[in-house]
């Protein structure tokens, strides 16, 4: 039986290869997945539990413990996370050089994003910038501005990515699995510590291939700073923006297609229209819009545009569109924000499913399925539903709006919806999208045969009625079938560069507390100024402890012996002298006696 | 020094050019003038824009271009007039018999030209309110996104209302705890409404209601300020945080 080891940052990666991984399960492999932070804000905890149970072949664990300096960047960036592991925190070594480590490759993310074809991608920077302590940002801001200075940066930060040491608990944990095949996901988020599965894994000889989770992943986050054996992407501009932007060479590259989609070819709806619009509430004698809400990166303030959109759609003054129903299916992942939506205030209006509804609920898909399935168009600002509707055929439109632009042109993945060859049908207003939707709410064959070029090209590179799923887990078993990779050993220079680079690691462990650069360039002198003083006190304080109470009792024994001598003196010196008296008397007398008798 | 009204004068070539600009948008001196700036729903704006030009007033629509362009016979939309001098403005405002504005600024200028304002939609109850006595403001309907239930204006004066307020407004934090829902067109043209008749009156009387509201914003701000630098910035300076007054209808609600 192969073993196929599957990292993932979250169990929220799940959903995108479910279905791969009943198939590989089903085939004879073993899969074991392994997650680096548990999550369970989606309830995606569950999902991998549920997964697990389903096969005898599935089973899920925790990823190595990391060190703290790694849990504090991933909670940053995710206040729902919490690293798998012993929370204790433990400065080490260990420690510094994956303070290292994350500086490093933080610092090539932002830099991508000076990069000419990043130029409206201001907020995407600024992802990245909030995550690096500020001295890197505010030398980067200038230095990572001309090209050829960020060709240096990036070569030298490659450099200090080789000898950064592999994490001794990710090499047991691949050596204890020893899997045929390592499979990576998503890999590219900002500053990932997953790149050290990848490092492992090429020191031990293990083969590994990154699965690229979903549409936005090589544009609008992180870089693929080392690469692995494979990639597996769903489509020829993944393919190329792996090439392009991430230097994989393009021998190493798969094309599946979007096998998380899958399901909506075969899906039927669950229930008839007028059942469904019963349920959400809308009127089932009229036709409806599905807006389709985005995530929070793109629209965390959505609810008013909404309401300014549903209000241009009911003073249109253009029957087909004021009357149409309007049904809001919130983000799943951006929920709340629609609890401040008042659809009360809008005749033939509903939010739906209500906020709050659990995804992995029984059900969601297939309400998902059946919402747009049901609609006579999607709107939305940017989201991965708009793919969904193109698979079903649904006309879809956006509103290029200055409140999204960040999330619309700032995104490198939005042209492949609204751009050439896009199925979105994008407007510069609400004026121009009641216009829009006008034209297209009558029926547009020529939006179908566009719609079906799109998933083509995008979703099922491999022909329409070829399921990607099914493409991918071959693909996957044909991977683990190579022969392992040679084990490439850390060579000399990388142990000798490492002795010096302890320095380095030790100066991020320092600099990622995110102080100002005064307070590191005052820091040793006046650490210096305050260990003098401190001797100072200590010396005192040790002379009035030890030192005087020494000298006192030297000084008591010399007085007392000072005084005693001197007592002892002045005595026999007294009766010497009474003596001496005594005896001159006795002369005195004997003298004159002597005197006398003569 | 805040409650005495301020005296501006505009000087004569100023007043004569900005005149005649306004002149060439259709702005005349015939009808008294109220100048309108606000991010609401255009459905609630539109009505209100109605409701003002039926009673009489010619307006003057002033803010985001990217808010639509609203043309009504008797309303002057001058979002998209380019180019469009700063003093502008000053200039509408100074000229209106009142304005109903969204941005702390305009309610400022207001204060500075001693003209009447309705703040609408506010959310922090201590930046919006009217220092002066012919000022007024409604507040927004804040929701608890945690229980997706509307707080009540009592709340709004709470700690932890202000603790997510500073980390969204102030803090750029994304997603706070709470969602907002703007004033209804009922609600609007209530506070339009009692706004003329307390130009009419002159703000002479005042209710329980709003005496008990205004003590509360007072021990709210008292009580906040050592532990909100924000509230210690704008909230009550000796007892005093201004003569003006919440919109009639959400003060009596304040028990």
Not at chain 2, 96 to 114: K, R
Request: with cysteine; proline share 6%; glycine share 6%.
């Amino acid at each position: 039986m192969s073993r196929i080891l599957f990292v993932m940052l979250h169990p929220g990666f799940i959903r995108y290869y479910e279905d791969a991984i009943h198939l590989l399960a089903a085939s004879g492999h073993e899969v074991n997945l392994a997650f680096e932070i548990s999550r369970d804000k989606l309830g995606e905890d569950m999902t991998a539990q549920r997964l697990a149970a389903s096969s005898p072949n599935i089973h899920c664990e925790p990823a190595p413990e990391r060190t703290e300096s790694v849990r504090d960047f991933i909670i940053r960036s995710d206040r729902t996370a919490t690293r798998a592991g012993d929370q204790r925190r433990q400065r080490s070594d260990h420690e510094a050089w994956e303070s290292l480590a994350t500086t490093v490759r933080l610092i090539e993310d932002y830099l991508r994003f000076f990069e000419p074809e990043f130029r409206d991608a201001s907020t995407l920077r600024g992802r990245v910038e909030k995550r690096l302590p500020r001295v890197y940002t505010q030398v980067l801001g200038v230095a990572g501005r001309p090209q050829a200075t960020r060709r240096i940066i990036r070569a030298a930060l490659r450099g200090v990515e080789a000898i950064i040491p592999t994490a001794d608990g990710i090499d047991n944990f691949l050596r204890e699995r020893n899997p045929d095949l390592l499979l990576v996901t998503p890999l590219i988020e900002l500053g990932s510590q997953q790149v050290d599965y990848i490092k492992s894994a090429r020191k031990l000889g293990i083969r590994s291939a990154l699965c690229v989770a979903s549409w936005d992943n090589l544009t609008s986050k992180g870089l693929i700073r080392v690469l692995p054996d494979h990639v597996l992407v769903w489509n020829e501009a993944q393919a190329q923006e792996a090439t392009t932007l991430h230097g994989v060479p393009p021998d190493c590259i798969t094309v599946t297609g979007a096998q998380t989609f899958d399901r909506w070819f075969a899906m039927r709806p669950s229930r008839s229209r007028e059942d469904f619009c019963r349920t959400v509430g809308l009127d089932p004698g009229r036709p409806f819009l599905l807006y389709t809400g985005s995530s929070v990166f793109i629209a965390p303030d959505e609810v008013p545009f909404a309401e300014r959109w549903l209000t241009a759609l009911r003073h249109s003054g253009i029957p087909r569109v004021s009357e149409v129903g309007a049904l809001i299916r919130p983000h799943p992942a951006n929920s709340r924000q629609w609890y401040a939506f008042d659809s009360a205030a809008f005749a033939n209006a509903a939010v739906w499913p209500p906020v709050g509804t659990d995804p992995n609920s029984h059900g969601f898909k297939e309400d998902f399925f059946d919402s747009v399935y049901y609609s006579a168009g999607v709107v939305g600002i940017n989201t991965s539903a708009q793919i969904e509707a193109s698979i079903l055929g649904r006309p879809i439109f956006t509103i290029r709006s200055p409140e999204f632009a960040h999330g619309q042109e700032g995104t490198l993945h939005f042209r492949y919806l609204a751009g050439d060859g896009g199925v979105v049908r994008a407007a510069t207003s609400l004026a121009e999208h009641v216009q829009h939707l006008a034209s297209e709410l009558e029926g547009d064959a020529a939006g179908n045969e566009r719609h079906r070029e799109f998933v083509r090209r995008f979703v099922r590179p491999h022909g329409l009625d070829r399921p990607a799923t099914p493409i991918f887990a071959r693909a996957v078993d044909a991977l683990r079938q190579l022969a392992p990779p040679a084990a490439r050993p850390d060579s000399l220079w990388v142990r000798t560069a490492r002795m010096p680079g302890r320095s380095l690691a030790a100066a991020a462990l320092a600099l990622a507390e995110g102080r100002p650069v005064w307070v590191y360039v005052m820091r040793q002198p006046m650490t210096l100024a305050i260990h003098t003083v401190a001797l100072g006190y200590r010396l005192t304080d040790q002379w009035q402890a030890h030192g005087r109470p020494v000298i006192k009792r030297m000084r008591r024994v010399a007085w007392r012996w000072w005084y005693e001598s001197s007592q002892w003196l002045g005595h026999r010196w007294h009766r010497s002298k009474k003596k001496l008296l005594r005896m001159t008397r006795g002369a005195r007398g004997t003298a004159r006696r002597f005197v006398g008798l003569r | 020094m805040l409650r005495a009204p301020s005296t501006v004068s505009l000087s004569p070539d100023f007043i004569e050019q900005t005149r005649r600009q306004l002149t060439a948008h259709g702005i005349t001196d015939g009808k008294p003038l109220v100048t309108f700036e606000s991010r609401t729903r255009p459905d609630i704006a539109r009505a209100v824009l109605e409701f003002l030009v039926r009673e009489g007033y010619a307006v003057a629509r002033i803010g985001d271009p990217d808010d639509g362009f609203y043309s009504y016979d008797g309303v002057t939309d001058l979002t998209r007039l380019a180019p469009r001098p700063p003093s502008l403005e000053l200039f509408l405002v100074s000229a209106s018999a009142f304005i109903v504005c969204e941005s702390i600024d305009l309610q400022q200028l207001a204060y500075l030209t001693n003209i009447p304002s309705l703040m609408i939609n506010a959310r922090d109850p201590f930046v919006a309110y009217p220092v002066r006595a012919n000022g007024l403001m409604t507040l927004s309907t804040a929701v608890d996104l945690d229980t997706a239930q509307a707080i009540t204006i009592t709340d709004m004066l709470t700690q932890p209302y202000f603790r997510d307020l500073h980390k969204q407004q102030v803090r750029g934090r994304r997603r706070g705890s709470h969602g907002y829902r703007d004033n209804t067109t009922e609600e609007l043209i209530d506070a339009i409404t009692e706004m003329r008749a307390g130009i009419a009156a002159g703000w002479t009387t005042e209710s329980e209601s709003q005496s008990r509201f205004r003590t509360r914003v007072v021990e709210a701000g008292a009580a906040l300020a050592a532990v909100s630098a924000h509230v210690a910035e704008w909230g009550p300076d000796d007892g005093f945080i201004g003569d003006g007054r919440l919109v009639r209808f959400q003060a009596d609600r304040v028990s």
